[in-house]
């Protein structure tokens, strides 16, 4: 089950932001056995400080953190041992959390440092002994221009009903573009927004918008028990998270189909596959019904890469797919080919592939040639761009290539 630990302290937070559901009754505080030259509060501190996204900790290695996408070791951490290894789990689980993981050997929760950051924690034994990776996650959401998303997504979550999908890998930004968006909505909609998460990241508070957010493990003990009650709720913005199976797929249509807008999360890179990853999820006799159910519901792709910047920041590039007449005729026929070339050509839709806003950026002086090519679905045809492209912004980078 999870929950959510508070490591530091059992006041409720001056911030005006919903603060988390009440901690467990241990704090450190309580363990004056526990040697605080190391710890897991101590990490955050530091990592926070050097804008890491994530703390990497396992036995039989020094911890590392995750900046800019890169792992690094930081200055005057010592090997962690089995002994060390259990006093970071007595700082930061309960009781039940300790012995749910040893059950289990894994364990997914959340811990709050007020005034500090969040983070997502997953705990799980390796070859060499346990281990432990936290995502550290800022308590101030972002807006769209903050992040500076592409301003079609503020048109995107003025929808009605439907399904939109963010996109992408591993670490690359999808919780935090979902809170903007969700931010944009309380901001400007007066709407009913119920969030399933697990665990909830970035808690927002409702403005002109009511926000539900109910935490699996806390706030239900079910993640399908969670879906199937949400139509109950009268929601009109349902944020579910990853679409994981059959069961989220089709409660996810099923909402968007009565006046729903849907929000939910793949692991595609760009935003055509998203489709036929969601369509791996059924058998193949029922593709054919299932195509037509997903186009139909569909409102947009985002599809998200996260780059490291040329100023040692990190900035989201985005393949967009808007689900437009012409591009909804294409899809439900398969025709991916075509699908992409409308993305590429129908900019006035918003729409846009990821080969466009990368060189864009790199127009701009965000990314290095290097960086923007290693990131590129299609490198080949990037390099085509910056060969043929026109004006002095773009001279400098024709040249390197001419020396590649």
């Known amino acids: 089950m999870n929950t959510i630990s508070h490591p530091i302290s059992r006041q409720t937070s001056p911030d005006t932001r919903m603060p988390p559901p009440p901690p467990p009754p241990h704090t450190p505080a309580h363990h004056p056995e526990l040697n605080h030259t190391i710890s897991i509060q101590r990490m955050v501190k530091e990592a926070h400080a050097h804008k890491a996204s994530d703390i990497h900790i396992r036995v039989g290695q020094v911890p590392r953190f995750r900046i800019r996408g890169e792992m690094v070791i930081p200055k005057n951490y010592p090997h962690v041992t089995p002994e ?10 309960s009781p039940s959390q300790r ?11 959340a811990i709050y440092y007020p005034g500090l950051v969040r983070c997502r924690v997953n705990c799980f034994e390796s070859l060499t002994g346990g281990a432990i990776v936290l995502r550290l996650i800022s308590l101030d959401i972002p807006s769209i221009d903050d992040l500076g998303l592409p301003l079609v997504l503020k048109d995107i979550v003025q929808k009605s009903q439907g399904l939109v999908l963010v996109t992408g890998p591993t670490g690359c930004g999808k919780s935090t573009t979902l809170a903007a968006m969700i931010r944009h909505i309380n901001e400007t909609a007066c709407k009913h927004i119920v ?3 697990d665990p909830i990241e970035y808690v927002h508070s409702s403005k002109k918008s009511l926000i539900s957010q109910r935490e699996v493990g806390l706030h239900t003990l079910e993640f399908h028990q969670a879906l199937r009650a949400v139509l109950r709720e009268d929601p009109d913005v349902i944020l579910i998270g990853e679409m994981r199976d059959r069961i989220t797929v089709n409660t996810a249509l099923q909402a968007a189909q009565t006046g729903h807008l849907v929000f939910g999360t793949l692991h595609t890179r760009n935003a055509i596959n998203a489709i036929n990853r969601l369509l791996n999820l059924y058998p193949p006799e029922e593709h054919t019904v299932m195509r037509v159910q997903i186009v139909e ?3 947009a792709v985002v599809a998200q890469l996260l780059l490291p910047t040329t100023d040692k ?3 989201a ?4 797919l808007i689900n437009t007449p012409a591009m909804q005729d294409y899809l439900i026929k398969g025709e991916d080919d075509e699908a992409f070339r409308l993305m590429e050509t129908n900019t006035n839709e918003g729409m846009q592939v990821m080969n466009q806003a990368i060189y864009a950026q790199l127009l701009n002086g965000k990314f290095t040639i290097d960086e923007a090519v290693k990131a590129s679905p299609d490198p080949h045809e990037l390099e085509r761009q910056i060969r043929s492209g026109g004006g002095d912004s773009s001279a400098s980078a024709r040249d390197w290539m001419m020396m590649r």
């Open 84 to 93: 060390i290894f259990e006093q970071f789990l007595t700082e930061i689980l």
């Open 195 to 197: 969030t399933i998460e």
């Open 317 to 320: 590039v985005h393949d967009i």
């Open 313 to 315: 920041k990190r900035l």
């Open 297 to 299: 519901s569909l409102v």
């Open 99 to 109: 012995k749910e993981f040893a059950e289990t050997k894994e364990l997914d929760t």
